[in-house]
């Protein structure tokens, strides 16, 4: 049993990254939508019912465009910046907070948004209008956090460890992208 546990371990992280990568990045942003469902309805804000499954399943799919873009960033980062010197680490985090968060960012308004059949315009304009929050907080979460990734976690599970912080960020980012939303819910009543 605990063989074929290391098998299927090292097949997920190995010959698998790229599809390990890819559904951890959808998995953890619903997971993420699921808890920020849940403070909502702790509140008392937003549906009336007690979960928006078809919310969280755009999430899913939101997360899944984003994984390969990551897995693909990450593997070029380490080819472009080998080492583990404070140097090197210092120029990781700022690619990463000058080339991926943007990015990542703009990709998450849109894809979510075009999945809410809102046209390319609205989502744009969703962006626009939160993205300044959501870089701050970026800046607040993503550095430290990084420095721990280029510094101790091994490459194979760059893209895990991220995913696991990204749980708190993904919390954050369904609460920017429906607080709109849930505010208008609670307001009208329905």
């Known amino acids: 049993m ?32 699921a808890i920020q469902q849940q403070l909502e ?17 755009r999430l899913f799919l939101v997360g899944v465009s984003q994984g390969p873009p990551h897995h693909i960033f990450y593997i070029w980062l380490d080819k472009v ?4 010197t404070g140097k090197v680490i210092f120029k990781k985090i700022m690619a990463d907070q000058f080339l991926a968060a943007p990015f990542f960012a703009v990709t998450f308004f849109i894809v979510a948004g075009l999945l809410e059949g809102h046209t390319l315009a609205e989502s744009w304009k969703e962006f626009k209008k939160k993205f300044p929050a959501v870089y701050v907080f970026d800046w607040f979460l ?6 721990i990734n ?4 091994p490459a194979p599970y760059r893209v895990l ?6 749980v708190i960020w993904d919390v954050f980012l ?7 939303q849930v505010t208008e819910i609670t307001k009208n009543g329905f």
């Not at 910046?81 to 583990?84: A, M, N, T, W």
């Not at 993503?142 to 420095?147: G, H």
């Open 41 to 57: 309805h702790v509140r008392g804000v937003g549906t009336k019912h007690n979960y928006d499954v078809e919310r969280t399943g």
């Open 174 to 180: 369904s609460y920017m992208k429906h607080k709109d």
């Open 150 to 153: 280029f510094y101790l976690v």
């Open 142 to 147: 993503w550095p430290p956090s990084q420095a």
């Open 2 to 33: 605990l063989r074929k546990a290391q098998r299927l371990w090292s097949r997920l992280f190995g010959r698998y990254l790229w599809i390990t990568n890819t559904v951890t990045s959808g998995g953890m942003l619903a997971f993420g939508d």
């Open 81 to 84: 910046l080998p080492q583990k």
């Open 161 to 166: 460890y991220i995913n696991v912080v990204t």
